[in-house]
């Protein structure tokens, strides 16, 4: 396509493609037989109608940043991390290693050494597959898919037999060292003296989230690694001819996108249950995908579809509540929605579109 | 298909009335006419670029022309697709053959003409045939070897069979020569020679003007879209259709003084490269280059100039020496990339600015560190780039460049080819490079740009830079050059001083006809 | 470890391979033919659901596995239109056909059935039942060789028989016929396909409805004959694995049989087994059972033991139009 003008771009065609993923779940909740209207309205109060709602509605949003992030940053490069389920699991065996055998004084030191740890292993878990891409040209997508089983059993296998305390019959770890529990939203208000609802797991990883957003729009656009990864991903025999080594950047991109992965875990696993449970990350490594696609895999897109999805999440769960014949699972519809069409059927706005606007351009000349 | 419709015999196999094609902005091809007779063997030649290749896919099907009648035996034929144009008995040879490499060769030869549900009929049918087309033709090779085992000129032997099993009366060959060895092409010529005899018609699609003198009853000649003559091939000369290839348009004769000549700032010695196939693109090079000197390296297209370009600028490994001031560089393995070319103080123009020079889709001031973004002054400190700089720079490079728009924030891919070309000659040569290595600085790029672009090459040399030119057109070549190299088949067969030779000797050299003893004939002009 | 438990062990794993074998044939189809697809999990969700849903309301399991086949090439359909009409990200559609299953399929259920996602228990008519062969009883009797014939080769459901018999039917429909010289060449080398005069969509519609329709019969056949209905994402990964063993099998049908009872007899060990305990070496903990085939199709795809090289044209959209 010849070049859009940026605003049909970045905002109209997503916002498209969003209205088409909710016209069509619309449709499916008028087939159940309830008012789509009414349903937007209860995710919508549900969400952001309460601190209450809210709360959970940023708390969700902290991990789809992380995991969007992750994927995007994989995307500059063109390549499609589907990993970052795997690669949050065993960034969370990470942060857990730090949290459980350290007796911590206090949060503000456990913390640069618990987010150390889980981008170490997550980046660890993204390594393999990055250097069968960049060495063996096996194909990424395959291998990060493997790897998500693989973490999963292993996790499996680690609690039931290793990191489960004696006696106890769930499979999860003991409960971290209490110098390793981290602010959440109520004790933050409560030092300015403000109120905030006790219950929400919202917590202090919010803002790293967003510094985290920051940080990756520093790398990506005003490093000369991140530079580097661009005209990577634009064309790879350009980037040869600059001299750029596609080794390199296939490793460091992977390795990048694995840590921020892994870092989701500071949020869920140190931020809300405090002790390491099998299912850690409940899918948020493919909202992730949704969030960069949606998100035009820039840091403030992300952000903002990270936050569209905590509010699907949390009014989702309000919806369930209030109108139960439309569960839940709705919200898988709308994201595998918004994933069909900002991703894999781009062209069916996109070429319209730019048809439409070409033919305006040529009238107005 | 033998129809009832009268048959003219006088009529030819094939006719083209006002054939164009665009893509996008690129006209193709410019109201092409042609008429081939039957049994012969014709030629088309042109530099790259010229729309053969398209003119040829318009005739197989591959694309429609925007305008223009195709003829086949008389008969008016509307080629929507490959396939009528198969049924219509054109079989096509194409450059980069359609082979599915883990086939057997029966397999390939049936692909598409299977002609019942259960492929063994076809496959005992195809058996036959082969053995039959062998001993006719002696087009011998091994039914059921897979492709990838087979030699490319075996497997150019499979694209030939394919079309004669079906009954191509009709055979397009694209560039059928360019991966051949001498001995594969020879043989080539002979099956060439013994279809024309069995009656059919054949299209010679090359740049290489000895095959053409050697093979081809008539020929063609292409330039820039268009067709510039039709001649019969006993009566013209390798010389005149170079001349007719190269094109004799506005001369734009650069003035440029006599400078200062220093000592040798570029040396290469026994330079060779394997191309991706592993075939030998260039064998044994070696040359200088003085300071303040212009080397211009003569020759057809796809005789090793991309690989000479490439091995230079450490885009691909290759063997022998490189030296720069004297100290030798690595030619491959370590410190032989690129970046490490870049700062040993040489500076690549690539010959495709698209493909190498550009990223598209990054904007003019991000362009213009592409390649040197590590050096300082396109840096804040150890970890950021200084962007606002970097636009700053692009702005006054653009405005000594005379880039049209000036603005550094608008996508490279929104500049005009000329545009694009000099915003990688301005971040190229504003890098006060020891060595320039450029590869066809004015393909594709209007005439005013080109006499621009030739000004800023002599000023660099005139600053007594060691600049090597790889081109294609001759006019370039002349008007740059202080010496000049022919390469062909990638060797050097002869190094003039620009001074001292004209057009018709160096068109002998491109045509591959190696330095005789020391005089050369006077030639008959040809103006 | 007695030859009866041999036996039954051998049992269990053509019983867990033939949802393997249905979903790893259904992605040679479509991986042949140059479309990726990681979205043969969600298919055969939607076919599992769909089968058991009508199932359990008509009563009748042929009626089931004919909505089950049709929600599955609804999948399949939509996927090719965004690979093949759109040109889009194969991967990425699949990842969205995986989810829009896993969402609709609970979403419907619990609409439909107010069981938390499940269907109603199927029984009777509504569920494939065991074939005994005949004579079995009596045969089994035989020591050896009767208790093969009697308790592994007899007592499977018909879509067991199916999937075994599907395995050289790929192999005749793609070696022997015309359609499968033809999808074989589209995977390698579209442009070979086109310049011979022949529909390079077209082609490739048709692998991917096929796909479509034998994920259909792996996931009719979990829900209405390995098990008694429905649950929530009864496929649990089978779909991966099933890719896994594409990936291990190199894409070819024979091949590919060996690899999914090879991985559906890790799977009837781990069932059988919790833990292994090996004199000398240890305890091989279930996990590790569970994990080994994604395992072995790393080993496979480093390189380590010989190469798995994809059809060449795989992933990418076929662009003629320069």
Redesign the interface.
């Known amino acids: 396509m010849k070049n859009l003008p940026k605003w049909i771009d970045l905002v109209l065609i997503p916002a498209i493609n969003l209205f088409l993923a909710f016209m069509i779940s619309g449709l499916v909740v008028v087939y159940i037989g309830e008012n789509p209207f009414r349903a937007m309205q209860i995710i919508i109060n549900g969400s952001l109608g309460s601190a209450y709602g809210l709360g959970y509605t940023l708390y969700y949003a902290t991990n789809f940043i992380f995991t969007g992030l992750a994927v995007a940053v994989a995307f500059h490069a063109r390549m499609f991390n589907i990993g970052g389920e795997g690669q949050a699991m065993i960034g969370g065996l990470g942060t857990a290693l730090v949290c459980l055998f350290i007796d911590w004084p206090h949060w503000t030191i456990a913390l640069p050494f618990a987010i150390m740890s889980a981008a170490l292993f997550g980046a660890a878990w993204s390594a393999i597959p990055a250097y069968l891409q960049a060495r063996r040209g096996s194909h990424i997508v395959i291998t990060t898919i493997m790897f998500n089983f693989i973490a999963y059993s292993m996790m499996v296998y680690l609690l039931v037999h290793v990191l489960k305390p004696k006696g106890q019959m769930a499979p999860e770890s003991a409960k971290f060292v209490a110098g390793s529990n981290l602010p959440s939203a109520h004790d933050i208000f409560g030092w300015f003296g403000m109120a905030f609802p006790k219950s929400p797991p919202l917590n202090v990883t919010f803002l790293l989230a967003m510094l985290a957003c920051f940080l990756i729009w520093l790398f990506i656009w005003r490093t000369r690694m991140g530079y580097a990864i661009r005209a990577f991903g634009w064309s790879e025999t350009a980037a040869v001819y600059a001299g750029i080594s596609p080794f390199k950047i296939i490793m460091v991109t992977m390795l990048v996108s694995g840590g921020l992965a892994g870092m989701m875990s500071i949020n869920s696993v140190m931020g809300e249950a405090e002790r390491l449970l099998i299912d850690s990350v409940q899918g948020a490594g493919f909202v992730g995908i949704a969030a960069a696609l949606m998100g035009r895999s820039h840091p403030l897109g992300v952000f903002l579809a990270a936050v569209l999805f905590g509010v699907l999440y949390q009014g989702g769960a309000e919806l369930e509540f209030e109108m139960p014949a439309v569960s839940r699972e709705m919200i898988v519809v709308i994201q595998a929605l918004v994933i069909l069409f900002t991703g894999a059927l781009e062209n069916l706005v996109r070429v319209p579109i730019g048809r439409i606007f070409m033919k305006l351009n040529a009238k107005q000349n | 298909m033998d129809t009832k419709v009268q048959h003219d015999s006088a009529a030819p196999m094939i006719e083209l009335r006002g054939i164009s094609k665009s ?1 996008g902005p690129v006209q193709a091809n410019k109201n092409i006419n042609l008429k081939v007779s039957k049994g012969s063997i014709h030629g088309i030649v042109g530099e790259n670029g010229a729309g053969k290749s398209t003119l040829m896919s318009i005739l ?1 099907g ?2 429609k022309s925007d305008s223009g009648e195709i003829y086949i035996n008389g008969k008016q034929i509307n080629i929507t ?3 009528v ?2 049924e219509a008995g054109i079989g ?1 040879v ?1 450059q980069h053959f ?6 057997t060769v029966l ?2 030869v ?5 002609n ?5 009929t ?1 496959l005992n049918n195809a058996r036959v045939l082969l053995s039959e087309l062998a001993s006719t033709y002696s087009l011998e090779v091994d039914p059921d070897a897979l492709i990838e085992d087979l030699s490319v000129g075996h497997q150019q032997r499979v694209e030939i069979l394919k079309a004669l099993y079906r009954q191509a009366d009709i055979l397009i060959l694209d560039e059928p020569t360019g991966v051949l060895t001498p001995a594969e092409a020879d043989h080539l010529f002979n099956i060439l020679r013994n279809l024309s005899k069995e009656g059919k018609t054949i299209i010679l699609i090359t740049h290489k003007l000895k095959e053409i003198m050697s093979v081809t009853d008539t020929v063609s000649v292409m330039r820039r879209g268009e067709m510039t003559a039709t001649l019969e091939t006993s009566k013209t000369t390798p010389q005149e259709l170079a001349e007719l290839m190269v094109g004799r348009s506005v001369l734009l004769r650069i003035e440029k003084d006599a400078t200062e000549v220093g000592g040798k700032s570029l040396e290469v010695h026994n330079l060779s490269v394997m191309d991706k196939r592993g075939v030998t693109a260039l064998k044994n090079v070696s040359f200088h280059v003085r300071k303040g000197e212009i080397l211009g390296i003569a020759g057809v297209a796809g005789n090793g100039q991309t690989e000479l370009l490439e091995a230079l ?3 691909s490994p290759a063997t022998g020496t490189m030296k720069i001031d004297g100290e030798e560089i690595p030619l491959h393995d370590k410190g032989s ?6 700062e040993y103080g040489v500076s ?1 123009v ?1 010959e495709d600015r698209q ?8 904007f003019a001031w ?1 362009n213009i ?3 040197y ?2 050096n300082d002054e396109f ?1 804040k400190n150890w ?3 200084d ?1 606002r700089k970097t636009r700053e720079i692009a702005r006054q490079e653009m405005a000594k460049f005379d880039i049209r728009p000036p603005t550094p924030n608008n ?1 490279v ?2 500049f005009s080819g000329g545009n694009q070309q000099k915003i990688v000659l301005a971040r190229e040569l504003e890098q006060n490079p020891k060595v320039l290595i450029v590869g066809q600085p004015t393909r594709g790029v209007d005439i005013g740009a080109i006499e621009f672009i030739h000004q800023k090459i002599i000023e660099l040399r005139n600053k007594g830079v060691a600049i090597l030119l790889v081109s294609v057109e001759l006019d370039e070549i002349f008007s740059l050059s202080d010496r000049v190299a022919v390469l062909f088949d990638g060797k050097i067969i002869g190094e003039r001083i620009t001074e001292e030779t004209n057009e018709s000797e160096l068109g002998l050299l491109m045509a591959g006809i190696e330095d005789g003893p020391e005089e050369q004939p006077a030639m008959e002009s040809v103006a | 470890m007695d030859y009866l438990t041999i036996i039954q062990i051998l049992d269990s794993m053509l019983r867990l391979s033939a949802p393997l074998i249905f979903a790893c044939l259904a992605g040679l189809f479509s991986e042949r033919s140059g479309i990726f697809d990681i979205g043969l999990e969600g298919k055969m969700l939607a076919s599992a659901f769909f089968s058991a849903a009508v199932a359990a309301a008509t009563g009748s399991v042929w009626l089931g596995l004919m909505a089950g086949l049709t929600a599955s090439m609804i999948l399949a359909a939509i996927h090719g239109f965004a690979s093949i009409t759109f040109q889009g990200n194969q991967l990425i559609s699949g990842v969205a056909i995986n989810f829009l299953a896993s969402g609709m399929t609970a979403l419907i259920g619990q609409n439909w059935f107010r069981l938390g996602g499940r269907t109603p228990s199927l029984s009777g008519d509504g569920r494939f039942l065991p074939i005994e062969f005949p004579f079995a009883e009596s045969i089994g009797k035989i020591p050896f060789l009767g208790p093969i014939y009697s308790e592994l080769l007899s007592g499977h459901t018909i879509l067991v028989y199916v999937a075994l018999l599907t395995v050289p039917l790929t192999w005749w429909l793609l070696f022997k016929t015309r359609f499968g010289l033809r999808l074989r060449a589209v995977g390698e080398n579209p442009e070979a396909v086109d310049t011979g005069g022949v529909s390079v969509s077209f082609l490739r519609y048709r692998a991917v409805l096929i796909c479509g329709l034998l994920c259909g019969l792996g996931g009719a056949y979990l829900a209405t004959g390995m098990a008694a209905g429905f649950i929530r994402d009864m496929t649990a990964g089978k779909g991966f694995i099933a890719l896994a063993a594409l990936i291990f099998a190199k894409w070819r049908p024979a091949y590919a049989l060996y690899a999914c009872l090879l991985f559906g007899f890790l799977e009837a060990i781990a069932i059988r087994y919790q833990n292994i305990t090996i004199e000398g070496v240890g305890t091989i903990p279930v996990q590790f059972m569970q994990a080994l085939p994604y395992i072995l199709t790393i080993v496979i795809l480093a390189g380590l033991v010989g190469k798995a090289i994809p059809p060449k044209a795989g992933g990418e959209p076929y662009v003629k139009e320069r």
């Open positions: 893509f197989y591959f694309y697709d490959s396939h144009a198969i096509m194409h359609k082979l599915v490499e883990n086939f397999e390939n049936i692909l598409g003409m299977e019942s549900f259960l492929i063994n076809a600028g450490g885009i990339d690129a970046r490490s070319r870049r690549h690539p493909k190498l020079g550009l990223i598209l889709d990054f991000e560190a592409f390649g973004h590590h840096n970890l950021l780039m962007n996508l891919k929104n």
